[in-house]
């Protein structure tokens, strides 16, 4: 396996709180990517980032910001959580261009309450 | 914009046998990637096969191959042999120049003993 790991795995939070979410690779890709899953909707890209400090939206990042000040760090973070950010959370990252397949980390479950 | 869709929720086969998943997709790129992976239970998400889109031959791994008709936009993976390990979620995803992978709904795929 890519060594690419989220933390938490699972988390539950209260509505209006902040929560971070952290990935963490080992593997020195350029490319690091968030993605949230839900049922009906399969995966779609929250944000990514093409390098320390470069980053970019994906078609769902209302409510969400992401921060990378080291390569193989890349972290989301929910300013004020709404229950609509409940999902399982996957980062994950690739060594190139398009032609590189992405490589998943486990997921996180988040829950808000 | 790029999309995929995957129109069939649910698919089952009997082991054994030979299951086909349909995909379509629609991008304005001439020079695009197009991927399944596959979803099982544990929530990893593996890369199943990839294809090129300027190859005209179709990508095969053992039992998984796949079925790409360029004008038609059309990428079906097609699963030889089923096994009780095939079963699991499976997404169709097409990346393009902005290297941002993008995926469908996906298929639950059974398979009975």
């Known amino acids: 396996d890519a060594g690419i790991t989220q933390s938490p795995r699972h988390k539950v939070t209260e509505t209006g709180t902040p929560v971070t979410l952290r990935c963490h690779q080992t593997e020195n890709h350029r490319y690091m990517y968030w993605y949230r899953q839900d049922p009906g909707h399969g995966l779609r890209l929250i944000h990514y980032s093409y390098g320390v400090k470069d980053t970019d939206k994906g078609e769902v990042s209302d409510g969400y910001s992401v921060s990378r000040s080291k390569t193989e760090d890349f972290l989301l973070t929910l300013e004020s959580a709404t229950s609509s950010q409940t999902s399982v959370y996957f980062c994950a990252i690739s060594e190139s261009t398009r032609d590189s397949p992405l490589h998943f980390g486990n997921g996180t479950r988040l829950t808000v309450t | 914009a790029q999309t995929v869709t995957q129109s069939q929720p649910e698919m089952s086969v009997q082991e054994a046998e030979t299951v086909t998943l349909s995909c379509t997709y629609d991008?304005?790129?001439?020079?695009?990637?197009l991927f399944w992976y596959k979803q099982p239970p544990s929530r990893q998400m593996i890369l199943v096969i990839r294809?090129?889109?300027?190859?005209?031959q179709n990508a095969t791994e053992n039992r998984f191959s796949v079925n790409f008709q360029k004008a038609a936009k059309s990428f079906s993976l097609k699963i030889s042999d089923s096994q009780l390990g095939d079963a699991a979620m499976y997404f169709c995803a097409l990346t393009g120049a902005n290297s941002k992978l993008t995926f469908g709904k996906g298929i639950t795929l059974s398979v009975r003993p």
């Open positions: 991008t304005s790129e001439s020079d695009y990637y």
């Open positions: 294809q090129e889109a300027y190859k005209q």
